[in-house]
C-alpha cells in the first residue's frame, strides 16, 4: 500500500467514545513500547532546550493525534513526569470521553473568563494514572482561533510550564483551520502526525510550510499505523526530519 495514497476516512469514534489508550490497558505490549520510544525520541531532541511543551498536529482531521497525544501522555506519567494534559482541539474535543469526566468547564472557560487572575487549579483534574492531570475542552466557542491565539492562552501555557514538567496539548490540524498556527509558536515543539494511505503527499508538504511560517519547532513526524501486524491495529513509528514529502513528484 502506497504511503500517500488518496483515502479520506473520517472517524468520530474517539469525539464519541475518547481515544484508546493502549498504553493503560496493555502497557506491555509492543504498541506502549513504541509510544515509549517516542517520548523518549522527543526529550532527546530538547538537549539543550528541553522540550516542556508541545504538541502533535496532522494535516487533516482523524490521523490520529488525539491517540497519540493522549498515549503519549500517559507513558510521560508513567515516567514519573509530572504532566498536563490539554484538549486544545476546541471543535472536535475528546479527553473528556477519554478520561470519562465531565466537559461543562475548562480551557474555554479560562479562556473566556473576565477574572484578571486565572485560578486554572479548578479547571484541573487528576486521572487514574499517577501523575497525569487533565484539563478538558471546556464548551465549544463559537471563535476558538481567536481564543487559542489569545494573550490569555500565552500565559496560561507560561503558567502552566511553571507548575508542571511537561505540558501536552491536543490541537486541531494544521489544514483545516488556524488554530493550530496560533498556538505552536507559543510552544517548545511540534510533531507531525502521518496515517499510513491516509495523508497525502501535498497536504504534507503545506503542513510543513505553514508550521515554518508559524516558526513552530517541527521534532520530528509519526508514522502513524505503519504495520498492522495484530496488536489492535496499531502501528508507530518516530521519524526525524520532515523532507520526504518534498520529491520531485509534489511539485
Ligand atoms: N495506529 C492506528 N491504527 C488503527 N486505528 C487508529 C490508529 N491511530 C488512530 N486510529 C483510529 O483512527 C481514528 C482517528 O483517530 P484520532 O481521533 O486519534 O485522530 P485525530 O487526528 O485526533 O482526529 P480528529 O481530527 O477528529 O481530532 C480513531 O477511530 C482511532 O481509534
Ligand atoms: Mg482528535
Known sequence: MSLFKRKSVVSNET??????????????????????????????????HPIKTFAFTSAN???GKSTVTDN???????????????DADLRRPTL?????????????????????EMDITDMIKET????????????????PAELLNSQRMQALIASMKDNYDVVILDVPPILAVSDTQALVSHLDGVVLVVK???????????????????????LGYIMNDVDRNGDAGYGYGYGYG??????????
Open 15 to 48: 469525539t464519541k467514545y475518547g481515544a484508546k489508550l493502549i498504553t493503560v490497558r496493555k502497557p506491555k505490549s509492543v504498541i506502549a513500547e513504541q509510544f515509549r520510544t517516542i517520548r523518549t525520541n522527543i526529550s532527546f531532541m530538547g538537549i539543550d
Open 242 to 251: 520532515y523532507g520526504y514529502g518534498y520529491s520531485s513528484e509534489s511539485k
Open 196 to 218: 499510513m494511505g491516509q495523508t497525502e503527499k501535498a497536504g504534507l508538504k503545506r503542513s510543513v510550510e505553514l508550521l515554518k511560517l508559524a516558526h513552530a519547532n517541527i
Open 128 to 143: 487514574e494514572v499517577e501523575n497525569l492531570s487533565i484539563l478538558t475542552s471546556g464548551p465549544i466557542p463559537p471563535n
Open 61 to 63: 482531521i482523524s490521523e
Open 96 to 116: 473528556h470521553k477519554t478520561f470519562n469526566v465531565p466537559n461543562q468547564k475548562g480551557l474555554t472557560t479560562i479562556l473566556t473568563s473576565e477574572a484578571a
Open 72 to 86: 503519549i501522555a500517559v507513558v510521560a506519567a508513567n515516567a514519573g513526569k509530572k504532566v498536563l494534559l490539554v
